[in-house]
Protein backbone atom coordinates (compact mmCIF):
# COMPACT_ATOMS: atom_id res chain seq x y z
CA UNK A 1 0.00 0.00 0.00
CA UNK A 2 1.30 3.48 -0.98
CA UNK A 3 2.68 5.73 2.59
CA UNK A 4 3.26 9.10 2.95
CA UNK A 5 6.13 9.92 1.20
CA UNK A 6 8.61 13.07 2.50
CA UNK A 7 11.30 14.34 0.79
CA UNK A 8 14.32 15.17 1.04
CA UNK A 9 14.39 12.82 3.49
CA UNK A 10 17.85 14.09 5.19
CA UNK A 11 18.99 18.12 4.54
CA UNK A 12 21.62 19.95 6.45
CA UNK A 13 21.65 23.91 6.22
CA UNK A 14 23.68 26.61 7.85
CA UNK A 15 21.89 29.37 10.13
CA UNK A 16 20.07 32.05 8.53
CA UNK A 17 19.20 29.78 5.30
CA UNK A 18 15.73 28.16 3.99
CA UNK A 19 14.67 25.05 3.76
CA UNK A 20 11.78 23.40 1.81
CA UNK A 21 10.52 20.44 3.03
CA UNK A 22 7.67 18.26 0.64
CA UNK A 23 4.98 15.76 2.03
CA UNK A 24 2.74 13.72 -0.76
CA UNK A 25 0.26 12.37 1.26
CA UNK A 26 -1.85 8.80 0.81
CA UNK A 27 -3.51 8.61 -1.84
CA UNK A 28 -7.35 10.28 -1.74
CA UNK A 29 -6.53 11.40 2.07
CA UNK A 30 -7.58 14.86 2.46
CA UNK A 31 -5.56 16.37 5.47
CA UNK A 32 -1.91 16.81 6.25
CA UNK A 33 -0.33 17.32 9.09
CA UNK A 34 3.33 18.62 10.34
CA UNK A 35 4.74 17.66 13.13
CA UNK A 36 8.37 18.56 14.47
CA UNK A 37 10.42 16.11 16.88
CA UNK A 38 13.62 17.40 18.56
CA UNK A 39 16.32 14.80 19.23
CA UNK A 40 14.88 13.01 22.73
CA UNK A 41 11.80 14.57 22.42
CA UNK A 42 8.07 14.19 20.93
CA UNK A 43 6.75 15.46 18.50
CA UNK A 44 4.76 18.47 18.38
CA UNK A 45 2.24 19.25 16.25
CA UNK A 46 2.67 22.28 13.91
CA UNK A 47 -0.21 22.99 11.60
CA UNK A 48 -2.41 21.54 9.80
CA UNK A 49 -4.32 21.70 6.15
CA UNK A 50 -7.93 20.03 5.21
CA UNK A 51 -8.89 20.32 1.54
CA UNK A 52 -6.08 22.87 0.94
CA UNK A 53 -7.12 25.23 3.81
CA UNK A 54 -4.95 25.16 6.75
CA UNK A 55 -7.37 23.68 9.55
CA UNK A 56 -5.43 23.99 12.65
CA UNK A 57 -2.21 25.60 14.15
CA UNK A 58 0.28 24.50 16.65
CA UNK A 59 3.49 25.45 18.04
CA UNK A 60 4.61 27.03 14.35
CA UNK A 61 7.43 29.54 14.50
CA UNK A 62 6.47 32.27 12.29
CA UNK A 63 9.24 32.30 10.40
CA UNK A 64 7.59 28.82 9.57
CA UNK A 65 5.42 28.57 6.65
CA UNK A 66 3.52 25.46 5.03
CA UNK A 67 0.60 24.74 2.22
CA UNK A 68 -1.14 22.80 0.90
CA UNK A 69 -1.65 22.01 -3.17
CA UNK A 70 -4.32 21.22 -5.22
CA UNK A 71 -2.90 17.86 -5.79
CA UNK A 72 -2.73 17.44 -1.83
CA UNK A 73 0.93 17.23 -1.55
CA UNK A 74 2.45 20.23 0.95
CA UNK A 75 5.06 22.26 1.60
CA UNK A 76 6.54 22.99 4.74
CA UNK A 77 9.29 26.14 4.37
CA UNK A 78 11.47 27.38 7.08
CA UNK A 79 13.30 30.84 6.77
CA UNK A 80 15.91 31.90 8.70
CA UNK A 81 16.94 28.88 9.85
CA UNK A 82 18.38 28.57 13.85
CA UNK A 83 20.38 25.79 15.49
CA UNK A 84 17.30 25.23 17.10
CA UNK A 85 15.17 23.91 14.14
CA UNK A 86 17.72 20.71 14.22
CA UNK A 87 15.22 18.62 14.05
CA UNK A 88 12.94 15.22 12.31
CA UNK A 89 9.67 17.01 10.61
CA UNK A 90 6.85 14.08 10.27
CA UNK A 91 4.66 14.95 7.46
CA UNK A 92 1.09 12.43 8.42
CA UNK A 93 -2.11 12.13 6.49
CA UNK A 94 -5.73 11.02 7.03
CA UNK A 95 -8.79 10.75 5.19
CA UNK A 96 -11.10 13.57 7.21
CA UNK A 97 -14.50 12.08 8.21
CA UNK A 98 -13.90 8.52 7.38
CA UNK A 99 -11.09 7.65 10.01
CA UNK A 100 -8.94 9.28 13.11
CA UNK A 101 -5.98 7.39 12.48
CA UNK A 102 -3.10 9.67 11.02
CA UNK A 103 -0.64 7.65 9.09
CA UNK A 104 3.02 9.06 9.17
CA UNK A 105 6.02 9.56 6.38
CA UNK A 106 9.53 8.57 7.37
CA UNK A 107 10.41 11.68 8.08
CA UNK A 108 13.10 14.48 7.14
CA UNK A 109 15.94 15.25 9.37
CA UNK A 110 16.64 18.74 9.03
CA UNK A 111 20.14 19.74 10.43
CA UNK A 112 21.40 23.03 10.93
CA UNK A 113 24.63 24.55 11.56
CA UNK B 1 4.48 16.62 26.68
CA UNK B 2 1.22 18.27 25.76
CA UNK B 3 -1.14 15.78 26.61
CA UNK B 4 -0.76 11.96 26.56
CA UNK B 5 2.20 11.27 28.85
CA UNK B 6 3.51 7.45 29.75
CA UNK B 7 5.16 6.62 32.79
CA UNK B 8 8.61 7.47 32.45
CA UNK B 9 10.09 3.72 32.15
CA UNK B 10 12.19 1.94 29.74
CA UNK B 11 11.09 -1.47 30.01
CA UNK B 12 13.79 -4.36 28.92
CA UNK B 13 12.35 -7.81 28.53
CA UNK B 14 13.04 -11.08 27.36
CA UNK B 15 11.73 -12.50 24.17
CA UNK B 16 8.02 -13.84 24.97
CA UNK B 17 7.60 -11.91 27.90
CA UNK B 18 4.81 -9.22 27.48
CA UNK B 19 5.42 -5.87 27.82
CA UNK B 20 2.90 -3.32 28.93
CA UNK B 21 3.22 0.20 29.24
CA UNK B 22 0.90 3.37 30.08
CA UNK B 23 0.23 6.36 29.42
CA UNK B 24 -2.11 9.20 31.69
CA UNK B 25 -3.32 12.46 29.84
CA UNK B 26 -4.97 15.34 31.02
CA UNK B 27 -8.23 16.67 28.98
CA UNK B 28 -11.24 15.73 27.51
CA UNK B 29 -10.15 13.02 24.34
CA UNK B 30 -12.34 12.00 21.38
CA UNK B 31 -9.49 9.33 20.62
CA UNK B 32 -6.18 8.14 21.74
CA UNK B 33 -3.07 6.49 19.25
CA UNK B 34 -0.35 4.52 20.18
CA UNK B 35 2.68 4.41 17.45
CA UNK B 36 5.78 2.71 17.66
CA UNK B 37 9.29 4.22 16.60
CA UNK B 38 12.33 2.76 15.13
CA UNK B 39 15.67 4.26 16.43
CA UNK B 40 14.97 8.52 15.27
CA UNK B 41 12.83 6.84 12.43
CA UNK B 42 9.11 7.41 11.21
CA UNK B 43 6.15 6.56 13.47
CA UNK B 44 4.34 3.69 12.91
CA UNK B 45 0.06 3.56 13.60
CA UNK B 46 -0.64 0.77 15.79
CA UNK B 47 -3.68 1.26 17.18
CA UNK B 48 -6.27 3.70 17.90
CA UNK B 49 -9.37 3.39 20.82
CA UNK B 50 -12.27 5.87 20.95
CA UNK B 51 -13.42 7.47 24.29
CA UNK B 52 -16.50 5.44 24.07
CA UNK B 53 -14.42 2.09 24.21
CA UNK B 54 -12.51 0.30 26.84
CA UNK B 55 -10.36 -2.47 24.74
CA UNK B 56 -9.08 -2.87 22.10
CA UNK B 57 -7.20 -5.55 20.40
CA UNK B 58 -4.86 -6.10 17.23
CA UNK B 59 -3.15 -8.71 16.55
CA UNK B 60 -0.41 -9.24 19.81
CA UNK B 61 -1.18 -5.63 20.96
CA UNK B 62 -3.93 -5.25 23.78
CA UNK B 63 -5.15 -1.37 24.39
CA UNK B 64 -7.15 -0.28 27.39
CA UNK B 65 -8.49 2.91 27.96
CA UNK B 66 -10.05 3.98 31.66
CA UNK B 67 -11.13 7.74 30.86
CA UNK B 68 -12.25 8.27 34.63
CA UNK B 69 -8.67 7.73 35.35
CA UNK B 70 -7.83 9.63 31.53
CA UNK B 71 -5.33 6.67 31.47
CA UNK B 72 -4.83 3.99 28.86
CA UNK B 73 -2.54 0.98 28.59
CA UNK B 74 -0.47 -1.09 26.02
CA UNK B 75 -0.03 -4.21 26.31
CA UNK B 76 2.62 -6.53 23.67
CA UNK B 77 2.00 -10.42 24.21
CA UNK B 78 5.04 -13.02 23.57
CA UNK B 79 7.47 -9.93 22.52
CA UNK B 80 9.70 -10.45 19.96
CA UNK B 81 13.30 -8.51 19.43
CA UNK B 82 11.71 -6.69 16.07
CA UNK B 83 9.19 -5.00 19.12
CA UNK B 84 12.27 -2.91 20.29
CA UNK B 85 11.14 0.75 19.91
CA UNK B 86 9.94 3.35 21.51
CA UNK B 87 6.54 3.77 21.96
CA UNK B 88 3.98 6.90 22.19
CA UNK B 89 0.59 7.22 22.90
CA UNK B 90 -0.87 10.65 21.44
CA UNK B 91 -4.50 11.88 22.59
CA UNK B 92 -6.57 13.73 19.74
CA UNK B 93 -9.39 16.22 20.96
CA UNK B 94 -12.78 16.53 20.16
CA UNK B 95 -12.81 19.48 17.44
CA UNK B 96 -10.02 19.21 16.05
CA UNK B 97 -7.76 16.28 14.74
CA UNK B 98 -4.11 17.51 15.82
CA UNK B 99 -2.25 14.57 17.61
CA UNK B 100 -0.49 15.85 21.67
CA UNK B 101 2.28 12.72 22.31
CA UNK B 102 3.53 11.58 25.24
CA UNK B 103 6.98 11.14 26.08
CA UNK B 104 7.69 7.79 24.49
CA UNK B 105 8.61 4.76 26.40
CA UNK B 106 11.69 2.72 24.91
CA UNK B 107 11.13 -0.97 25.65
CA UNK B 108 14.42 -3.09 24.53
CA UNK B 109 13.54 -7.17 23.73
CA UNK B 110 16.65 -9.36 24.36
CA UNK B 111 16.66 -12.14 22.05
Known amino acids: AAGVIQSPRHLIKEKRETATLKCYPI?????VYWYQQGPGQDPQFLIS???????DKGSIPDRFSAQQFSDYHSELNMSSLELGDSALYFC????????????FGPGTRLTVT | SQQGEEDPQALSIQEGENATMNCSYK?????LQWYRQNSGRGLVHLIL?????REKHSGRLRVTLDTSKKSSSLLITASRAADTASYFC???????????FGKGNQVVVIP
Open chain 1, 49 to 55: FYEKMQS
Open chain 1, 92 to 103: ASSLEGYSYEQY
Open chain 2, 49 to 53: IRSNE
Open chain 1, 27 to 31: PRHDT
Open chain 2, 90 to 100: ATASYGNNRLA
Open chain 2, 27 to 31: TSINN
